[in-house]
């Protein structure tokens, strides 16, 4: 139950950044949706917490908002704080909970090909160690 109240506050606090950026912005959603191209509808459920956005969505909206396109996805949980700009070898070998919920959300051919790549990252990445 605990990370299931964790990602709902990160949800909870998401939303209300974007909303923040855009109101500071001096942006209405259609205003922002021309920019980037992502449907008024989306951002309004993103901005009420009925939608969680995938990073894709994340950087889309980024520059429009007026953000730091590595700020918003790391404060999303789509990349780790300490390691925003690498990427590092996961020693643990188990999905990060979060990672897992948003997985959990995709079609199987998605997580799949999802793991795949993560797969050949570690495999990279061991090689050059």
């Known amino acids: 139950m605990v990370k299931v109240d964790k990602v709902n506050k990160v949800n909870n606090d998401l ?3 974007i909303k923040q950026r855009r ?3 001096g942006l209405t959603l259609c205003e922002v949706s021309a920019r ?3 449907s008024v509808s989306y951002l309004g459920r993103i901005e009420r917490g009925d939608r969680y956005p995938s990073a894709a969505i994340l950087r889309r909206i980024a520059g429009p908002l007026g953000a730091d396109e590595i700020e ?3 404060f999303a949980g789509f ?3 300490q390691s925003s700009n690498k990427v ?3 020693k643990g070998g188990q999905l990060d909970s979060y990672v897992a919920l948003m997985l959990s959300q995709e079609p199987p051919k ?3 090909a999802a793991l ?3 797969s050949m990252l570690k495999y990279i990445s061991e090689d050059n160690v």
Do not use: W
């Open 15 to 17: 939303r209300k950044i």
């Open 23 to 25: 109101l500071m912005a």
């Open 36 to 38: 980037s191209g992502v």
């Open 72 to 74: 918003l996805l790391t």
């Open 79 to 81: 990349l780790s704080p």
């Open 88 to 90: 590092e070898n996961p």
């Open 110 to 112: 998605v997580q799949r």
């Open 116 to 118: 795949m790549v993560v």
